[in-house]
């Protein structure tokens, strides 16, 4: 009997991930197994988010920032939560030593929101990663698709207002 398999286990009891790990099983040696899998949280829970990415880089045994890398590069993947913009303010140790928590800070007092939230206009979901795979540009914030290095508090503040005001 095996006794090296160490399967992840989900993120919650939520049987849809059940359905995950099937897809995973179907594609799991194929090339295109980490979008098809994320295709198939998307369509089951509606978005992708930190734990979906955890899961499936664990369970596929490919890096996080590879899942990130694929999930903010294709327009098709929604990120939770689903306002009209998405501020991803990594939080990963070299964002974290370059001031990670600053860049977060302002924004959570400028929006009123907490990391998971949506600006009740729905303009703005704020979100935190725990390393999004571009540390060289540390402190690094995904604002939609772009990814933006060496990131402050004004500058993120400048762009969340242009968001908001359009
Ligand atoms: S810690 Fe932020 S990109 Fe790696």
């Known amino acids: ?7 992840p286990a989900p993120p919650s009891n939520d049987k849809r991930w059940k359905m995950i790990d099937a897809a995973m099983r179907r594609y799991g040696h194929k090339p295109h197994a980490l979008i098809e899998t994320l295709h198939t949280v998307q369509s089951v829970f509606g978005y992708l988010d930190d734990d979906a990415f955890r899961y499936v880089a664990a369970s596929l045994r490919v890096p996080l920032s590879k899942v990130y890398g694929v999930a903010t590069f294709y327009h098709f993947f929604r990120l939770k939560p689903k306002g009209e913009h998405t501020c991803v303010v ?7 030593i370059k001031g990670a928590n600053q860049i ?3 924004l959570e007092d400028e929006l009123g929101l907490r990391a998971g939230e949506t600006t009740p206009d729905n303009k703005v979901s704020l979100m ?17 698709e772009e990814v933006v290095g060496q990131m402050t508090p004004d500058k993120v503040l400048e762009r969340v207002q242009a968001w908001r005001e359009s």
């Open 104 to 106: 977060m800070k302002a």
């Open 1 to 7: 009997m095996r006794t090296d398999f160490s399967k």
């Open 90 to 96: 990594c939080t990963g140790t070299a964002c974290y």
């Open 128 to 144: 935190t990663a725990r390393c999004v795979g571009a540390c060289g540009l540390a402190p690094v914030v995904v604002m939609d």
